[in-house]
């Protein structure tokens, strides 16, 4: 018996040493990002986890057939990935239950825009690599630069913040995150890490209390801009979000600063639904397709449903229509549009429903709701995200070379952007994963414990 059982177990092994590392998937549709539509799948090749030509000298090809009801898309890219959970006063980044669950909704790629804890996030990396735990693609942002970073000293120099910048740089950041950062700090940030070919973005402000206005950061050559397109619309008399709720959707001044991103090449991540979560808005596009209470901890679920709605919530309700009209005329005049999620498990600040592998679908929803059209917003939750980062040569696209990520739905989202949801198969550097499997291994993993 025992001899069968290792007999059988090496076959498996070597079975799937060989064979799934050459693979073909045939049937169903692809999205084409170069057209922003579907065609018949007439094969995709994975070969030692990249995509391939077919033209590979490969004696044994593992083959798995799609339905005519499957729809295969790159997978997604979150530029705004929070693992952060905050508690008590203190703030820890989740490494047990936020990977199962961005990997499950078909996130292959994760950018953290800005890590709590770095050396642990490089430590999931690390596991992830090796195959120890599932998640998706960990495209370090380093610790933040600024007073949002818990080791930030308001006395670092100039050399002090090109010595944080190589250091991470070093260790394999593929780009920066500032927020509560000064004027002076962002310039040197952005110089310091343009010459080691990275990317910065930031969570600016209005120019409130010494505080960066986004249009002062697109002056200096920051890469992307969150939250708010900024400009001198926005009164530095009071903070951004104060600003944004009194801003007139349709101001003709509103061009300027829409100008000066399409003109510097400047990406826009509107995180557009997180404030429609925050402000606890009733729209198809925010509901709960898939029972996040679940994944909860008993302990962390206590202390959600204790929570009262506050003026940020308040605050939310309004910022959300305006950030919608916004977003739209953005949109119009031909702006650069990335996707993040921006969602922290706040404890100590509830701050609304919504789970970040989860709510990439909603933001997608969100700016379908506001008329962008699916097509688009499929473009660039993969390709134009890669772009924003500087990795499409990569990933973001079905394309020979590129990391063999992909996930497989049900039907055609282009007619229903709501059917991203049906995520069912998701292949990470071609390994397959089951959806539901990994959502199971994630349930009742979020938060503390006690």
């Known amino acids: ?75 997604l890219i979150d530029l705004h990935a929070h693992y952060r959970v905050s508690y008590d006063g203190k703030a820890y980044d989740d490494t047990l239950a936020m990977p199962k669950i961005f990997l499950a909704n078909g996130v292959t790629s994760t950018f953290p825009a800005g890590e709590i804890e770095p050396e642990k996030m490089w430590d999931l990396q690390e596991r992830i690599d090796a195959g120890q735990v599932p998640g998706p693609r960990i495209l370090h942002s380093g610790p933040y630069f600024g007073t949002a970073a818990p080791d930030w000293n308001l006395d670092f120099t100039e050399q002090d913040i090109r010595k944080r910048v190589d250091e991470w740089a070093g260790k394999g950041a593929y780009g920066f995150k500032a927020k509560g950062i000064t004027g002076e700090d962002l310039e040197v940030l952005i110089d310091q890490a343009h010459k080691h070919d990275l990317t910065v973005t930031g969570h600016l402000n209005s120019g409130f209390r010494n505080s960066v206005n986004p249009q002062e950061a697109i002056e200096m050559g920051i890469d992307r801009v969150e939250h708010f397109l900024g400009g001198r619309l926005f009164a530095d008399s009071i903070d951004a979000y104060q600003s944004l709720k009194q801003i007139d959707p349709q101001d003709p001044r509103l061009n300027e600063i829409i100008q000066l991103y399409i003109d510097k090449g400047v990406y826009f991540d509107a995180t557009l639904a997180t404030y429609g979560a925050i402000g606890m808005i009733d729209s198809p596009a925010l509901f709960d397709f898939a029972f996040e209470d679940l994944y909860f901890t008993p302990f962390t679920l206590e202390i959600i449903k204790s929570k009262k709605p506050s003026s940020f919530n308040e605050l939310g309700a309004l910022i959300y229509p305006v950030k919608q009209q916004i977003l739209k005329r953005y949109y119009d005049a031909g702006g650069l549009i990335t996707v993040g999620t921006d969602r922290p498990l706040l404890l100590d600040n509830y701050l609304g429903a919504g789970i970040g592998g989860f709510f990439i679908h909603k933001e997608m929803a969100a700016m379908v709701e506001v008329g962008i059209p699916e097509g688009d917003v499929l473009y660039f939750a993969t390709q134009q995200n890669a772009e924003a980062l500087g990795i499409e040569d990569k990933t973001g696209s079905i394309k020979p070379g590129n990391w063999a990520d992909l996930i497989i739905i049900k039907k055609n989202p282009l007619e229903d952007i709501t059917r991203t949801r049906s995520v069912h198969t998701v292949i990470k550097g071609g390994k397959f994963y089951n959806s539901q499997d990994l959502k199971n291994q994630a349930k009742g993993k979020l938060g503390p414990e006690n």
């Not at 001899?3 to 799937?16: A, G, M, P």
């Not at 007439?42 to 339905?67: C, D, H, P």
Request: glycine letters at 8%; charged letters at 20%; a positive charge.
């Open 1 to 75: 018996m025992k001899k069968h059982f290792l007999i059988n177990l090496i076959f498996f092994f070597v079975c799937n040493s060989v064979f799934s590392q050459h693979q073909i998937l045939t049937g169903g549709w692809v999205f084409d990002t170069d057209t922003k539509t579907f065609k018949k799948n007439r094969a995709i090749y994975i070969v030692n986890g990249k995509f391939g030509t077919g033209n590979e000298k490969v004696m044994n090809w593992q083959v798995k057939s799609l339905s005519e009801d499957d729809y295969i898309l790159p997978g």
